[in-house]
Structures are given as C-alpha cells and as structure tokens.
C-alpha cells in the first residue's frame, strides 16, 4: 500500500502563488508516476498534471499550462505542484494520485493511489 498526503493548500488572491506538496509513504517506489488532480463543486475530478518517474516527461491540462509546474523529489518521496498567476476558476480540492507502472497516463482511471486532498481557494 502507498499512502499519499497532500499539504499546502490555503486562501490566496487572485495572481498569487501557492505551492502543494504531496508526500508518500509505506510501499512506495520512485518508478511510480504521480499525478495531480483537482474537483471544483459540482464539477467532476478534472487533470491537472503529470511527471514521470525521472521526471523526464510532463503533462499539463491547458487550463494551466504555463501557469503550473509539477517536480519531483524521489528521495524525499514528494511530488510538487507550484502554482502560479493563480485565477479564481482554479479553485478546487487538489488530489495527488499515484499510479504504479512507468505508463504516463492523464485519466484518474488509470491512478490506484489517493491522498486525501487539500483545498485551494482563489478570492477574485
């Protein structure tokens, strides 16, 4: 089992900065790919972005594309997701999601693991 704990989320105007961290733990591996996800009310659990194990590649919703980064730290067991120019439409529960194969895929479908969330609010 993985477990996955997101912090970082919190109250920030809109065109500031946020930065979620997810950290894992128990069986955990860095060949993992680890994803971000974020539900708005109402709406349904949407992609945000993804990193491969080496960080080598990454994808991003054009929603934030240009906007957010995803990393990685291995040693640490931490993924990253800075945020920035940050909207009010961005606002949501961010997920972080691990997936346990090297397959870089964007559909939560394809994620086992799920921490909690953390939500980030985005006052206009």
């Known amino acids: 089992q993985v477990q996955l704990v997101e912090s970082g989320g919190g109250l920030v105007q809109a065109g500031g900065s946020l930065r979620v961290s997810c950290a894992a733990s128990g069986r955990t591996s860095s060949s993992y790919v680890m994803g971000w996800f974020r539900q708005a009310p109402g709406k349904e659990r949407e992609f945000v972005a993804v990193i491969s194990w080496n960080s080598g590649t990454t994808y991003y919703a054009d929603s934030v594309k240009g906007r957010f980064t995803i990393s990685r730290d291995n040693a640490k067991s931490t993924v990253y997701l800075q945020m920035n120019s940050l909207k009010p439409e961005d606002t949501a529960v961010y997920y972080c999601?691990?997936?346990?194969?090297?397959?870089?895929?964007?559909?939560?479908?394809?994620?086992?693991?799920w921490g909690q969330g953390t939500q980030v609010t985005v006052s206009s």
């Open positions: 999601a691990a997936r346990d194969t090297t397959v870089v895929v964007r559909s939560a479908m394809g994620y086992r693991y």
